[in-house]
Protein backbone atom coordinates (compact mmCIF):
# COMPACT_ATOMS: atom_id res chain seq x y z
CA UNK A 1 0.00 0.00 0.00
CA UNK A 2 0.97 3.79 -0.62
CA UNK A 3 0.21 6.44 0.94
CA UNK A 4 0.67 9.97 0.16
CA UNK A 5 0.78 12.59 3.22
CA UNK A 6 0.06 16.31 1.75
CA UNK A 7 -0.09 19.34 3.61
CA UNK A 8 1.17 23.01 4.34
CA UNK A 9 4.56 23.80 5.86
CA UNK A 10 3.90 23.01 10.20
CA UNK A 11 0.60 21.47 9.39
CA UNK A 12 1.53 18.20 10.99
CA UNK A 13 1.86 16.05 8.07
CA UNK A 14 5.15 14.40 9.44
CA UNK A 15 3.88 13.57 12.56
CA UNK A 16 1.00 11.81 10.92
CA UNK A 17 3.06 10.07 8.69
CA UNK A 18 5.11 8.73 11.63
CA UNK A 19 1.65 7.83 13.52
CA UNK A 20 0.52 6.14 10.62
CA UNK A 21 3.45 4.17 10.70
CA UNK A 22 2.92 3.12 14.03
CA UNK A 23 -0.56 1.81 12.66
CA UNK A 24 0.72 -0.23 9.72
CA UNK A 25 2.04 -3.77 10.22
CA UNK A 26 5.86 -4.80 10.26
CA UNK A 27 8.86 -4.87 12.23
CA UNK A 28 11.51 -3.20 9.76
CA UNK A 29 10.36 0.30 9.61
CA UNK A 30 12.89 2.42 7.84
CA UNK A 31 12.86 6.32 7.64
CA UNK A 32 14.48 7.05 4.20
CA UNK A 33 14.94 11.35 4.58
CA UNK A 34 15.89 13.44 1.62
CA UNK A 35 17.10 16.65 3.73
CA UNK A 36 20.81 17.50 1.88
CA UNK A 37 23.13 18.81 4.85
CA UNK A 38 24.99 21.79 3.63
CA UNK A 39 25.77 23.92 6.80
CA UNK A 40 25.36 24.02 10.43
CA UNK A 41 21.72 24.58 10.59
CA UNK A 42 20.86 22.17 8.33
CA UNK A 43 22.88 19.44 10.54
CA UNK A 44 21.23 20.58 13.45
CA UNK A 45 17.98 20.11 11.94
CA UNK A 46 18.58 16.52 11.19
CA UNK A 47 20.28 15.93 14.45
CA UNK A 48 16.55 17.29 15.41
CA UNK A 49 14.55 15.29 13.85
CA UNK A 50 16.43 12.12 14.29
CA UNK A 51 16.61 12.22 18.25
CA UNK A 52 12.84 12.93 17.63
CA UNK A 53 12.34 9.58 16.26
CA UNK A 54 14.76 7.61 18.78
CA UNK A 55 12.97 4.76 19.83
CA UNK A 56 9.82 4.69 17.47
CA UNK A 57 11.57 1.73 15.62
CA UNK A 58 12.78 3.07 12.75
CA UNK A 59 16.20 2.51 10.49
CA UNK A 60 17.24 5.76 9.14
CA UNK A 61 18.43 5.99 6.03
CA UNK A 62 20.18 9.31 4.28
CA UNK A 63 19.62 9.92 0.61
CA UNK A 64 19.12 13.23 -0.68
CA UNK A 65 19.15 12.05 -4.21
CA UNK A 66 18.56 9.02 -5.87
CA UNK A 67 16.24 7.75 -3.49
CA UNK A 68 15.97 4.29 -5.47
CA UNK A 69 19.83 3.92 -4.23
CA UNK A 70 18.40 3.91 -0.55
CA UNK A 71 17.27 0.07 -1.04
CA UNK A 72 21.08 -0.53 -1.63
CA UNK A 73 21.40 0.54 2.51
CA UNK A 74 17.91 -1.49 3.58
CA UNK A 75 17.27 -5.02 4.21
CA UNK A 76 15.61 -7.09 2.11
CA UNK A 77 12.31 -7.04 4.09
CA UNK A 78 11.14 -3.73 3.88
CA UNK A 79 7.66 -3.53 5.52
CA UNK A 80 7.35 0.23 5.88
CA UNK A 81 9.14 3.19 4.41
CA UNK A 82 8.49 6.45 5.24
CA UNK A 83 9.89 9.01 3.17
CA UNK A 84 10.52 12.57 4.46
CA UNK A 85 10.32 14.60 1.89
CA UNK A 86 9.15 15.30 -1.85
CA UNK A 87 9.91 19.09 -1.64
CA UNK A 88 13.65 18.17 -0.30
CA UNK A 89 14.03 15.57 -2.79
CA UNK A 90 12.68 17.87 -5.70
CA UNK A 91 15.34 20.61 -4.87
CA UNK A 92 17.74 18.41 -4.03
CA UNK A 93 17.29 16.67 -7.86
CA UNK A 94 16.71 20.14 -9.36
CA UNK A 95 19.54 22.11 -7.99
CA UNK A 96 22.65 20.26 -8.00
CA UNK A 97 26.27 21.78 -7.35
CA UNK A 98 26.98 20.72 -11.05
CA UNK A 99 23.81 22.32 -12.58
CA UNK A 100 20.16 23.22 -12.75
CA UNK A 101 18.39 20.17 -14.25
CA UNK A 102 15.50 20.42 -16.25
CA UNK A 103 11.73 20.76 -14.64
CA UNK A 104 10.70 17.20 -16.96
CA UNK A 105 13.47 15.65 -16.06
CA UNK A 106 12.94 16.11 -12.45
CA UNK A 107 9.43 15.32 -12.23
CA UNK A 108 10.70 11.94 -13.86
CA UNK A 109 13.23 11.24 -11.81
CA UNK A 110 11.14 11.20 -8.67
CA UNK A 111 8.52 9.95 -9.53
CA UNK A 112 10.20 7.00 -10.65
CA UNK A 113 12.21 6.91 -7.81
CA UNK A 114 8.98 6.59 -5.61
CA UNK A 115 7.86 3.36 -7.56
CA UNK A 116 11.11 1.61 -7.21
CA UNK A 117 10.12 2.55 -3.54
CA UNK A 118 6.41 1.33 -3.49
CA UNK A 119 7.70 -2.21 -5.37
CA UNK A 120 10.46 -2.91 -3.10
CA UNK A 121 8.34 -1.95 0.37
CA UNK A 122 5.07 -3.10 1.42
CA UNK A 123 3.87 -0.30 2.74
CA UNK A 124 5.65 3.48 1.28
CA UNK A 125 4.13 6.40 3.00
CA UNK A 126 5.27 9.75 1.33
CA UNK A 127 5.48 13.24 2.76
CA UNK A 128 5.05 15.92 0.54
CA UNK A 129 4.57 19.91 0.58
CA UNK A 130 1.66 21.88 -0.80
CA UNK A 131 2.90 24.92 -1.95
CA UNK A 132 0.43 26.52 -3.50
CA UNK A 133 -1.62 28.24 -0.81
CA UNK A 134 -0.23 31.51 -0.84
CA UNK A 135 -1.16 32.47 -4.53
CA UNK A 136 2.45 34.38 -4.99
CA UNK A 137 4.37 34.69 -8.27
CA UNK A 138 8.06 33.74 -7.79
CA UNK A 139 10.87 34.01 -10.12
CA UNK A 140 10.85 31.81 -12.93
CA UNK A 141 13.12 29.37 -11.63
CA UNK A 142 11.01 28.81 -7.74
CA UNK A 143 8.39 28.87 -10.61
CA UNK A 144 10.03 25.92 -12.21
CA UNK A 145 10.45 23.75 -8.96
CA UNK A 146 6.72 24.38 -7.76
CA UNK A 147 5.44 23.39 -11.35
CA UNK A 148 7.27 20.11 -10.81
CA UNK A 149 6.32 19.68 -7.30
CA UNK A 150 2.56 20.08 -8.43
CA UNK A 151 3.36 18.04 -11.39
CA UNK A 152 5.15 14.93 -8.66
CA UNK A 153 2.30 15.81 -6.26
CA UNK A 154 -0.31 14.89 -8.88
CA UNK A 155 1.74 12.17 -10.38
CA UNK A 156 1.82 10.47 -6.92
CA UNK A 157 -1.77 11.16 -6.07
CA UNK A 158 -2.31 9.47 -8.62
CA UNK A 159 -0.12 6.20 -7.94
CA UNK A 160 -1.63 6.19 -3.95
CA UNK A 161 -3.67 3.98 -2.97
CA UNK A 162 -4.86 6.56 -0.21
CA UNK A 163 -4.03 10.23 0.16
CA UNK A 164 -4.17 12.16 3.40
CA UNK A 165 -4.04 15.96 3.05
CA UNK A 166 -3.36 17.04 7.14
CA UNK A 167 -4.69 20.58 7.61
CA UNK A 168 -3.67 22.09 11.74
CA UNK A 169 -3.00 18.52 12.48
CA UNK A 170 -5.98 17.28 11.32
CA UNK A 171 -5.74 14.43 8.75
CA UNK A 172 -8.61 14.44 5.72
CA UNK A 173 -8.76 11.39 3.89
CA UNK A 174 -9.47 12.75 0.22
CA UNK A 175 -8.66 9.34 -1.74
CA UNK A 176 -8.80 5.63 -0.43
CA UNK A 177 -8.92 2.28 -2.15
CA UNK A 178 -9.15 -0.38 -0.25
CA UNK A 179 -8.26 -3.16 -2.42
CA UNK A 180 -10.15 -6.79 -2.73
CA UNK A 181 -7.06 -8.43 -0.30
CA UNK A 182 -7.87 -6.29 2.53
CA UNK A 183 -11.52 -6.16 2.21
CA UNK A 184 -12.23 -9.84 1.36
CA UNK A 185 -9.37 -11.30 3.34
Not at 24 to 50: C, N, P
Not at 73 to 89: A, F, V, Y
Request: hydrophobic share 40%.
Amino acid sequence: MMVLVIGGSGSGKSAYAEKLSDELMGVWKYYLATMHIFDDESRRKVERHQSARDGEGFFTVEQPTDIHRALEKMGTRRDIILLECISNLTANEMFSEREKKAENKVVETVVSGVETLREAATNLIVVSNNLFEDGVVYDETTMAYMRAMGRINRRLAMLADRVVEVVAGIPIDLKYIISCEMQCG
